[in-house]
T-cell receptor
């Protein structure tokens, strides 16, 4: 079974802080993704990565950056947290070489910015 | 621009009856479609998928139908069970890599 682990289930931070969300997968997947989930908006893609040190912007990258130094780890960084970044953050991984396979998700990090 | 739309935010169905969740899309480049199920405080879990070369895929109680001409897909759950109560997301992809998700439909199964 694919295991995607997000480092924190709940996180409370203050406005202006730099926030790091970590995600690790154990299936040697090339592709990794960061989404945020908000009521009525579904899951929206923030950033994704097709390989180590590669990253591409998703639909809502403003205020975020990412880091992928190792294949199994994909970090989301909130450079200066703001209250509108309070949300559920979900990480996913996917095998690029196995067409038709779904993305596998972690359990999410509920982040509150005060 | 919402490329994948789930127009029903919620749906309530009696246990044992059929649940039908609907999804519409606008991008004709989408060729792979999935349904995910999400419980509170958990990540989405994959339920069933269909490629654009098919119009139906079945897995146990779950069947997904794809109508390419109408750009519409639906998920049928029969019979519905209390454990099916969750939020359901449809998702679409051009080339089975990056996914675009709908807004979600909250399904409640009543005993």
């Amino acid at each position: 079974d694919v295991k995607v682990t997000q480092s924190s289930r709940y996180l409370v931070k203050r406005t202006g802080e730099k926030v790091f969300l970590e995600c690790v997968q154990d299936m040697d997947h090339e592709n990794m993704f960061w989404y945020r989930q908000d009521p009525g908006l579904g899951l929206r893609l923030i950033y994704f990565s097709y390989d180590v040190k590669m990253k591409e912007k998703g639909d809502i990258p403003e205020g975020y950056s990412v880091s992928r130094e190792k294949k199994e780890r994909f970090s989301l960084i909130l450079e200066s947290a703001s209250t509108n970044q309070t949300s559920m953050y979900l990480c996913a991984s996917h095998s690029r070489d196995r067409a038709g396979q779904p993305q596998h998700f972690g359990d999410g990090t509920r982040l509150s910015i005060l | 621009d919402q490329q994948v739309k789930q127009n029903s935010p919620s749906l309530s169905v009696q246990e044992g009856r059929i649940s039908i969740l609907n999804c519409d899309y606008t991008n004709s480049m989408f060729d792979y479609f999935l349904w995910y199920k999400k419980y509170p405080a958990e990540g989405p879990t994959f339920l069933i998928s269909i490629s654009s070369i098919k119009d139906k895929n079945e897995d146990g109680r779950f069947t997904v139908f794809l109508n390419k001409s109408a750009k519409h897909l639906s998920l049928h759950i029969v019979p519905s069970q209390p454990g099916d109560s969750a939020v359901y997301f449809c998702a679409a992809s051009p080339g089975a890599q990056k996914l675009v998700f709908g807004q979600g439909t909250r399904l409640t199964i009543n005993p």
